[in-house]
């Protein structure tokens, strides 16, 4: 059933709270922070940079939130403005106030803020569960993006192993500081997160999510995917089934553009965030005059 995010209790949005300011304050660039109204709430979006091409937006994983962005900020933030997104319905500073039932709905909130914004297009990145959330945009609302660049999608292309479900499963039931550490070494391999994102990652917890998770497309939703795709996929995921994503799109997107880095994993970006951001920023920019069908959503 569909519902609206929520904290569990008080003293979990307090927990959360100081935990985001935190994360907040690693953030290198002037920016503007703003609430954007939507039909399904208000959205907190962080703005850096300027530029004349389409702007890049950022859909974070889960347990993130738009400013733990922050590493990555300055290279995406070059030449063209950047936006980075709390999500409805995840752990953050937007304010989720009607469930988002469809991923239509995802698509709406997500198009509402581009017009609160005045954005008429964007290339959209999206890491993790956000690569989910930027695949529905690219589905339902084409016409809003210039490309899609999706980093570790996992779920999308390709069934997350039922063994890695379980494992991250366990966590979530007893979250313990060594079950978090043998997560963190399983799940991103080489990449040390900074203790305030490590903070705001557990204080998500205390958070109860208004989304969904993300789903494997049908041959035919990955077929009729119109918008410039790029897929970044660490050869060592264990979620995101690098082998078989890359497969299907070859398959059956054959204008998407793959890139499988060896000896990564589902922390790719967090590794080597030169080589990823130089990736993407390339690509896009490669499609800043790219003209798709309207939106469908």
Do not use: C
């Not at 008080?10 to 609430?35: G, I, K, S």
């Not at 366990?170 to 997160?193: K, Y």
């Not at 109860?208 to 795709?229: M, N, Q, Y």
């Amino acid at each position: 059933m569909a519902r609206i995010g929520t904290f569990k209790s008080d003293a979990a949005r307090a927990t959360f709270d100081d935990a985001y300011a935190a994360v907040e304050r690693l953030w290198p660039l002037p920016a503007t922070v703003r609430d954007v109204p939507t039909s399904y709430g208000s959205t907190r979006v962080r703005s850096s940079g300027s530029g004349d091409g389409p702007p890049f937006v950022l859909l974070h994983g889960f347990g993130g939130n738009g400013a733990t962005w922050h590493g990555y900020v300055e290279a995406l933030a070059r030449d063209r403005a950047v936006h980075a997104l709390d999500t409805m319905g995840a752990a953050g500073r937007s304010v989720q106030t009607a469930p988002l039932r469809r991923e239509t709905d995802l698509a709406r909130w997500f198009t509402e803020v581009l017009d609160g914004l005045g954005v008429e297009r964007a290339h959209v990145v999206g890491e993790s569960q956000g690569a989910w959330h930027a695949t529905v945009m690219a589905m339902h609302a084409p016409g809003r993006l210039a490309s899609v660049s999706l980093i570790e999608p996992n779920g999308v292309f390709a069934r997350v192993p039922v063994r890695s479900l379980m494992r991250m499963l366990r966590l979530g039931a007893n979250p313990t500081e060594n079950g978090w550490r043998r997560m963190a070494a399983w799940l991103t391999p080489g990449v040390t997160l900074p203790g305030e994102v490590l903070a705001v990652a557990k204080a998500a917890q205390g958070f109860r999510p208004g989304l969904g998770w993300a789903r494997t497309l049908t041959d035919a939703e990955v077929r009729s995917l119109s918008v410039p795709l790029l897929a970044i996929l660490g050869d060592r995921s264990v979620v995101s089934n690098p082998v078989r994503t890359g497969d299907r799109l070859r398959s059956l997107a054959p204008r998407a553009e793959i890139e499988v880095y060896e000896d990564r994993g589902h922390g790719v970006l967090g590794e080597i965030p030169e080589e990823i951001l130089g990736r993407v920023t390339a690509f896009a920019s490669s499609h800043d005059s790219e003209r798709l069908p309207t939106s469908r959503h």
